[in-house]
């Protein structure tokens, strides 16, 4: 069954770096456009990020542009996530996945 395991949260200062893995199975990873989104506590979730299949196109919400990249490793069938220069709006948990499939979030706290 598809199965995505996010991993590399935790709690960091503000203007310090982290970077998100997503370990993907169970489905043609290279096939599906993935995506990062998060939710901060008490909201709603956010669309953070998407990189495209194939051409590999990347796009980004305007809250983390210039300071997130992601990128995936279709050998590995793994999606990442850099993030840079966090700000405590940046607070959450960060979730991969394509479609409405998401995986089980890792926490990203970023203090002052």
């Known amino acids: 069954q598809v199965q995505l395991v996010e991993s590399g949260g935790g709690l960091v200062q503000a203007g310090n770096s982290l970077r998100l893995s997503c370990a993907a199975s169970?489905?043609?990873?290279?096939?599906?456009?993935m995506s990062w989104v998060r939710q901060a506590p008490g909201k709603g979730f956010e669309w953070v990020s998407s990189i495209n299949n194939g051409d590999g196109i990347t796009s980004y919400a305007d809250s983390v542009k210039g300071r997130f990249t992601i990128s995936r490793d279709n050998a590995k069938n793994t999606l990442y996530l850099q993030m840079n220069s966090l700000k405590l709006e940046d607070t959450g948990v960060y979730f991969c996945?394509?479609?409405?499939?998401r995986g089980q979030g890792t926490q990203v706290t970023v203090s002052s």
């Open positions: 996945g394509f479609g409405n499939t």
């Open positions: 169970g489905f043609s990873f290279s096939t599906y456009t």
